[in-house]
């Protein structure tokens, strides 16, 4: 296996200059995650339905899907490919990279160099899903604003440069249409509906919610530039992404719960990898 350490990590505090006029924002229907979104959306509507009641084994997967995709999206988009919080083998990114694909958030590519940016610029001009423009635009708005569709691989060399990762970020409907196809295929029309639609909106709002709850509500325990803050039941919801205070203040970290009633899950997910030998250099 070829390891993937050895690169520096991203300058996650480099300061940018405040500006008073946003540019104009430009909503578009060309966005490509807007039309899985939609999909998915109208998807766990279904869930109403009689045809889509669910056997205890369908809750199960649908926790399931939950549980192991936001585990890829916020140890793996967010804490390895955004923060390079710790090292792993090849197999593993790219398994982090596909798994999480099937969040229906992008790519790992599109997805951490956002949120570079959003590290850089945080709640200024220059932020993709900055709250400068109020919530909706930092929970989902921005997500089809065209400024922000095309993947900045500029903010991202030392990823973009995995040939199996450039691809799954041009095939980013691949790893969807996998689970999509898995999901009804073991389930049937009620597993697709919960398994792949039901918890896929869950877990979307939920990581959402870190750009627009999370810059919003609750309280702060550093006082950082933005307006992040802290809170457990975000934290509980994204596997500990809600000490988001915690992180703005030290974004290298792989741990962002602090102290044991900090609740991160992911957190000691990292932990176990790192017993099991599969990911290293845990930064702390
Ligand atoms: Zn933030
Ligand atoms: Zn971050």
Same mark, same amino acid.
């Given at each position: 296996?070829?390891?993937?350490?050895?690169?520096?990590?991203?300058?996650?505090?480099?300061?940018?200059?405040?500006?008073?006029?946003?540019?104009?924002?430009?909503?578009?229907?060309?966005?490509?995650?807007?039309?899985?979104?939609?999909?998915?959306?109208?998807?766990?509507?279904?869930?109403?339905?009689?045809?889509?009641?669910?056997?205890?084994?369908?809750?199960?997967?649908?926790?399931?899907?939950?549980?192991?995709?936001?585990?890829?999206?916020?140890?793996?988009?967010?804490?390895?490919?955004?923060?390079?919080?710790?090292?792993?083998?090849?197999?593993?990114?790219?398994?982090?990279?596909?798994?999480?694909?099937?969040?229906?958030?992008?790519?790992?590519?599109?997805?951490?160099?956002?949120?570079?940016?959003?590290?850089?610029?945080?709640?200024?001009?220059?932020?993709?899903?900055?709250?400068?423009?109020?919530?909706?635009?930092?929970?989902?708005?921005?997500?089809?604003?065209?400024?922000?569709?095309?993947?900045?691989?500029?903010?991202?060399?030392?990823?973009?440069?995995?040939?199996?990762?450039?691809?799954?970020?041009? &095939?980013?409907?691949?790893?969807?249409?996998?689970?999509?196809?898995?999901?009804?295929?073991?389930?049937?029309?009620?597993?697709?509906?919960?398994?792949?639609?039901?918890?896929?909106?869950?877990?979307?709002?939920?990581?959402?919610?870190? &750009?627009?709850?999370?810059?919003?509500?609750?309280?702060?325990?550093?006082?950082?530039?933005?307006?992040?803050?802290?809170?457990?039941?975000?934290?509980?919801?994204?596997?500990?992404?809600?000490?988001? &205070? &915690?992180?703005?203040?030290?974004?290298?970290?792989?741990?962002?719960?602090?102290?044991?009633?900090?609740?991160?899950?992911?957190?000691?997910?990292?932990?176990?990898?790192?017993?099991?030998?599969?990911?290293?250099?845990?930064?702390?």
């Amino acid at each position: 296996m070829q390891r993937t350490d050895g690169l520096s990590a991203p300058s996650d505090a480099a300061a940018a200059p405040v500006s008073k006029a946003l540019p104009r924002a430009r909503l578009t229907w060309a966005a490509p995650g807007l039309w899985a979104m939609l999909m998915i959306h109208v998807g766990a509507l279904l869930a109403l339905l009689p045809a889509a009641r669910p056997t205890p084994a369908i809750l199960w997967s649908a926790l399931g899907s939950f549980t192991v995709r936001n585990f890829c999206v916020s140890a793996g988009f967010h804490r390895y490919f955004s923060h390079r919080a710790f090292r792993t083998h090849r197999v593993v990114q790219f398994l982090f990279a596909f798994i999480g694909g099937m969040a229906v958030m992008r790519s790992a590519l599109w997805w951490a160099a956002q949120h570079r940016l959003h590290h850089r610029y945080a709640d200024r001009e220059g932020d993709p899903h900055g709250t400068l423009r109020g919530f909706w635009w930092a929970h989902c708005l921005w997500f089809i604003d065209a400024a922000n569709q095309e993947t900045r691989l500029e903010e991202l060399r030392d990823f973009a440069r995995y040939p199996e990762l450039r691809w799954l970020e041009r &095939n980013e409907f691949v790893p969807i249409a996998v689970f999509v196809a898995a999901c009804a295929a073991l389930g049937g029309f009620a597993g697709w509906v919960w398994a792949a639609n039901v918890s896929t909106v869950l877990l979307c709002h939920a990581t959402f919610a870190l &750009n627009s709850v999370s810059h919003r509500f609750g309280p702060r325990r550093y006082a950082t530039r933005d307006r992040s803050t802290n809170l457990l039941s975000i934290a509980l919801l994204t596997f500990g992404e809600g000490w988001h &205070n &915690n992180h703005h203040r030290w974004p290298g970290r792989a741990r962002l719960g602090e102290g044991w009633r900090e609740v991160d899950l992911s957190w000691l997910g990292i932990r176990a990898l790192a017993r099991l030998g599969l990911v290293w250099g845990v930064r702390r």
